[in-house]
């Protein structure tokens, strides 16, 4: 009976959390769909300029920014290489794209705290970048 009772209490708390953060979900929400909708890719084109590790550090900024869901980075991805944007920046805009998130920042910082936030996104920024050359990389390696 007691384990019951735990359970309940576990699963209101539970709800009561999901409920609090209704709210700051729906921004995410919101603001990702304004970013889809304002942003063209040939707004993204123009900001390259063919230097592989500037280009890296502008795709994963950018990615970063206009956070997604990662169906949507295949497709805007392909979209990008179709229009002459360098492979390195495609690769680190949808690695960033479904890692960094800044939009979701906020929602981050209440739940995790602000050391944990830091940290987690100053390493996966640097590390976003190292992975995007490399992977580019060992692909021009093995398909030249």
């Known amino acids: 009976m007691k384990e019951n009772n735990s359970l309940l209490e576990a ?3 539970a709800i009561l ?12 929400i919101l603001l990702l769909g304004i970013f889809d909708t304002y942003i063209t890719k040939e707004m993204l084109a123009s900001l390259f300029i063919s230097n592989n590790l500037i280009d890296t550090v502008i795709g994963t900024s950018l990615g970063a920014v206009l956070t997604g869901n990662p ?16 492979l390195y920046a495609v690769t680190a805009f949808v690695l960033s ?5 800044l939009i979701q920042l906020p929602a981050e910082l209440e739940i995790f705290g602000l050391r944990f ?28």
């Open 97 to 101: 794209w479904v890692t960094l998130g």
């Open 11 to 13: 699963l209101k708390k």
């Open 71 to 86: 169906m949507i980075s295949y497709i805007l991805g392909g979209e990008l290489t179709n229009a002459g944007v360098p």
């Open 17 to 28: 959390g999901l409920f609090s953060m209704l709210p700051m979900l729906f921004t995410i």
């Open 117 to 144: 936030t830091f940290y987690r996104t100053l390493f996966t920024f640097i590390f976003t970048i190292l992975i995007s050359l490399l992977t580019v990389s060992t692909v021009n390696l093995i398909l030249p």
